[in-house]
């Protein structure tokens, strides 16, 4: 928790598929919510004391984007570069089923992928 403003860890955990745990997921969700929640209320001085402990802990406007998008699997994960073709043989096996709708539905999910950015030449 004391890290989510920190994008190596967002790069590094969609590297490895992006799926959380759900205890993590909902432990990263409710932060996410207390930082907002402050923020709202006008709690500054609260969160100048969270800076104070763990200076990469409050996330910034566009990697709260960011963890929302991975905690609502909108990240897309390498993982997952052959699912369409093992979607479309299950189809042919089985026929179009309800759980395979679902699975096309999730497949065709607009998601963004995320990696490091590449080295800066001089």
């Known amino acids: 928790m004391r890290h989510l403003n920190d994008p190596e860890l967002i790069i590094w955990l969609a590297e490895r598929g992006g799926q959380l745990h759900d205890g993590w997921s ?16 006008g709690k ?22 960011l963890w929302r998008l991975l905690l609502t699997g909108r990240v897309k994960s390498s993982q997952h570069y052959f699912d369409l073709y093992r979607w479309r043989d299950r ?5 179009l089923t309800t759980s395979l709708r679902g699975d096309l539905r999730d497949l065709l999910a607009a998601k963004i992928k995320l990696r490091r950015p590449p080295p800066m030449s001089e």
């Open 26 to 41: 909902r432990r990263i969700e409710d932060e996410l919510d207390r930082f907002e929640r402050l923020e709202k209320e």
């Open 44 to 65: 500054a001085n609260e969160l100048e004391e969270i800076k104070a402990n763990a200076p990469n802990a409050i996330p910034g406007p566009l990697m709260q984007t």
């Open 91 to 95: 189809l042919k096996r089985y026929g």
